[in-house]
């Protein structure tokens, strides 16, 4: 039924180049407004299809969007992201990268994993830069937005939202929050359901998955100030390097951080950079360290994310102490020295704190040479010259020199990108059917495959931003404590408040996303995925 126009149009989608974080993102939108507005329904109402630009975007990026307008209010909102990761690692096969047929011809040559020559030989799967992630879910959901504008006297309605952006910090997504709550308001719509479509990751053929949810993620940032000293003389001074990898040690892996719901556990915390402030190498102790690592949720709040990580830092710094005074006594009684009493006062403090500590400064110059500060680093982002939590280091530093504030001390910070955790057991709008029922019905009946409902998609997704269930307390600790916020990041938490809407990703069976290896189940882009939300569509307008 869907075969031919999905696979056109996948082929064609494909064959884009649309790296994340480049003007290429702005071809293929092109492309898909272009599609769009190809198919008769929308020739016929041009001003239910466009774009909407991303704010104050160094690309002139778009967020894609058409609706289409049947009778009454339920309305389906499909979601999908048209950026994809740059196709570098390819190597010598570049140039194929983005050609299907002639990869697969070309990668019949390389050294494969057994794994990847049986599916490459099976001739099952499509191999290619964005086949999986998402070059195909796009191409489903689009052909389906035709399907239904094609309907006489189709009751419901289609609003299919394309976002750039999703591989970085789903700018895209956050932009089109704006768009999802203004066609609600314009048209009288009344959302159902949410559908991504992001592939699935399964060994085996014959069991499926699909989410009902998607994991949240927070990326705190620590920042040490130490005492800077000669390393000549070590106990002088006061590592901050050794406050941090201890912080690492103790959050790590640890799975006390995991996050459980029902079977459901994520993954414990990885830190994904450590470094020391100092711009040049000298004979000295450093005089700061920061790092940061993602922190995976499933229910844990902000609030109780930021009181974890403040009673960690205070143990941190206490054992430090501890490891500080043992290796001084040790070392004086080498020397024949009588220790001195240790005179650090060790402290600990969340972003909002010094931020209130400068704002109470009797220097009140802070607030406007912030600002302009804020700006400068606005600069560097667009530019992209630096990353967000590298900024969001800056700020800390700005404020830390500016209240003159003495180490050692531990400061805890938010940087973006945020995303909420979000399930479809805490929103309070339900669906009158059940999902995992309805897909096994129809998955069961015409293709022997079995689905699993899962509580979240672990690959982290733009359904963090398609419904909410936090309260105003996570929306404050997150404004509070997160460096440049409204200025170099920001969440439209206002308007993501009013959506209360069910989701659902599901997608075709993929396998090594950004990897050179990264393919598709050709049979699920072409037939199976297509046709099981069809029948999940029609389900919603019941």
């Excluded at 402290?347 to 009797?362: G, S």
């Amino acid at each position: 039924m869907f075969e031919e126009k999905i696979k056109s149009l996948f082929l064609r989608l494909m064959a884009t180049q649309s790296d994340t974080g480049s003007l290429r993102e702005t071809y293929i939108s092109e492309q898909i407004l272009n599609w769009i507005k190809e198919q008769p329904y929308f020739d016929t109402h041009p001003e239910l299809c466009g774009t909407e630009l991303l704010e104050d975007d160094p690309y002139g990026r778009n967020v894609v969007w058409a609706l289409v307008k049947g009778t009454g209010n339920k309305t389906v909102i499909m979601i999908h992201h048209h950026d994809a990761i740059d196709i570098e690692e390819y190597g010598k096969l570049k140039a194929l990268a983005l050609r299907p047929d002639e990869l697969a011809i070309a990668m019949a040559e390389r050294n494969l994993s057994q794994a990847v020559r049986a599916d490459l030989e099976s001739g099952e799967w499509t191999f290619g830069r964005g086949s999986a992630d998402m070059k195909s879910g796009a191409a489903i959901q689009l052909s389906l937005c035709a399907h239904f504008s094609e309907l006489e006297n189709f009751d419901g309605n289609i609003l299919l939202i394309s976002v750039p952006d999703e591989e970085s910090l789903s700018k895209g997504m956050l932009r089109a929050v704006s768009q999802i709550t203004k066609l609600r308001d314009e048209y009288g719509l009344d959302y159902v359901l949410t559908i991504n479509s992001e592939p699935y990751f399964n060994q085996n053929k014959t069991k499926a998955i699909f989410h009902e949810g998607s994991v949240g993620k927070i990326m705190p940032v620590l920042y040490v100030k130490g005492v800077k000293s000669h390393i000549g003389d070590p106990f002088a001074g006061f590592n901050p390097s050794l406050i941090l990898a201890d912080l690492q040690r103790k959050t790590e892996l640890n799975v006390d951080f995991c996050d459980q719901h029902g079977n459901e556990a994520t993954p414990p915390p990885v830190w994904v950079n450590l470094k020391d402030r100092k711009k040049a190498y000298d004979a000295s102790i450093p005089e700061a360290a920061t790092g940061y690592f993602n922190w995976l949720t499933f229910t844990r709040s902000p609030q109780r994310i930021m009181s974890k990580l403040v009673s960690v830092s205070k143990r941190t710094m206490r054992d430090t102490l501890i490891h500080f005074q043992d290796a001084y006594e040790n070392y004086c009684a080498l020397t024949g020295e009588t220790p001195e009493e240790i005179s650090f006062n060790p402290r600990v403090f969340t972003f909002q704190d010094i931020y209130e500590m400068a704002m109470h400064a009797k220097d009140h110059g802070f607030e406007k040479e912030y600002n302009i500060y804020q700006d400068s680093l606005l600069d560097k982002l667009r530019e992209n010259s630096i990353t967000l939590p590298e900024a969001s280091t800056r700020l800390i530093e700005f404020i830390t020199d500016f209240i003159d504030l003495e180490g050692p001390v531990i400061i805890i910070a938010l940087s973006g990108p945020y995303y909420p955790h979000v399930n479809n057991t805490f929103t309070s709008k339900k669906l009158h059917f059940s999902m995992e029922e309805l897909i096994n019905k129809v998955s069961m009946e015409k293709y022997n495959i079995e689905y699993e409902s899962k509580g979240f998609f672990m690959g982290i997704s733009d359904l963090s931003y398609a419904t909410w269930s936090g309260n105003d307390a996570d929306i404050e600790c997150i404004k509070s404590n997160s460096p440049g916020w409204d200025t170099l990041y920001r969440i439209p938490f206002g308007k993501l408040k009013t959506l209360d809407v069910p989701i659902i990703n599901l997608g075709p069976w993929g396998k090594d996303l950004h990897k050179i290896t990264e393919r598709v189940f050709t049979k699920d882009v072409y037939e199976v995925i297509p046709n099981i939300m069809l029948e999940i569509i029609k389900a919603c307008y019941k």
